[in-house]
T-cell receptor
Framework: QKEVEQNSGPLSVPEGAIASLNCTYS??????FFWYRQYSGKSPELIMS????GDKEDGRFTAQLNKASQYVSLLIRDSQPSDSATYLC?????????FGTGTRLLVSP | NAGVTQTPKFRILKIGQSMTLQCAQD?????MYWYRQDPGMGLKLIYY???????DKGEVPNGYNVSRSTTEDFPLRLELAAPSQTSVYFC???????????FGPGTRLTVL
């Protein structure tokens, strides 16, 4: 079993729709969870962090964490073409983050 | 603050050549990391450091070496370059292991 699993996609949604990105992880002791966005040819940038069970909202983005199920998700409301990118899930591991391979999101106008 | 800087941005090496990828951060972060990302793939951890003088291997350390003599700098050394090392290399840093990692702009390396 991979340490972090994400559907590679692409996930295609129309402009204005809700995009739902999912991630499962295997390390039960992970305490912090990060979502990074990576545009093609660019470096990853942090968009959300979440540390406790439940939802965390920041603008159009909502992160959801369920530690018992070892599941973290990212919802993007009112998706825009500029949201088209690869989204990387990263829970903490021993001395480092463990990055998933990412889900590619395509938002069509 | 410049954040995390990397040099060079691009480099072409011949098989068997060596080079050093430079990485520096001005945020006084304890942790620094080197990743490689092959086309269409995820990030793979090469080496990391939890502080000056302390380094450890990541997932794919073979063919690479690192040193961390100061808090600010974390160079990555490639010895005897091979085509399999063609990739984009990212350096990152964070204050602690549970904190956000900040990434540099990357170095695109081609080995021919």
């Amino acid at each position: 079993q991979k340490e972090v699993e994400q559907n590679s996609g692409p996930l295609s949604v129309p402009e204005g729709a809700i995009a739902s990105l999912n991630c499962t992880y295997s390390d039960r002791v992970s305490q912090s969870f990060f979502w990074y966005r990576q545009y093609s040819g660019k470096s990853p940038e942090l968009i959300m962090s979440i540390y406790s069970n439940g939802d965390k909202e920041d603008g159009r983005f909502t992160a959801q964490l369920n530690k018992a199920s070892q599941y973290v998700s990212l919802l993007i409301r009112d998706s825009q073409p500029s949201d088209s990118a690869t989204y990387l899930c990263a829970p903490t591991g021993f001395q480092k983050l463990v990055f998933g391979t990412g889900t590619r999101l395509l938002v069509s106008p | 603050n410049a954040g995390v800087t990397q040099t060079p941005k691009f480099r072409i090496l011949k098989i068997g050549q060596s080079m050093t990828l430079q990485c520096a951060q001005d945020m006084n972060h304890n942790y620094m990391y080197w990743y490689r990302q092959d086309p269409g793939m995820g990030l793979k951890l090469i080496y990391y450091s939890v502080g000056a003088g302390i380094t450890d291997k990541g997932e794919v350390p073979n063919g690479y070496n690192v040193s961390r003599s100061t808090t600010e700098d974390f160079p990555l050394r490639l010895e005897l370059a091979a085509p399999s090392q063609t990739s984009v290399y990212f350096c990152a840093s964070s204050y602690g292991v549970d904190d956000e990692q900040f990434f540099g702009p990357g170095t695109r390396l081609t080995v021919l």
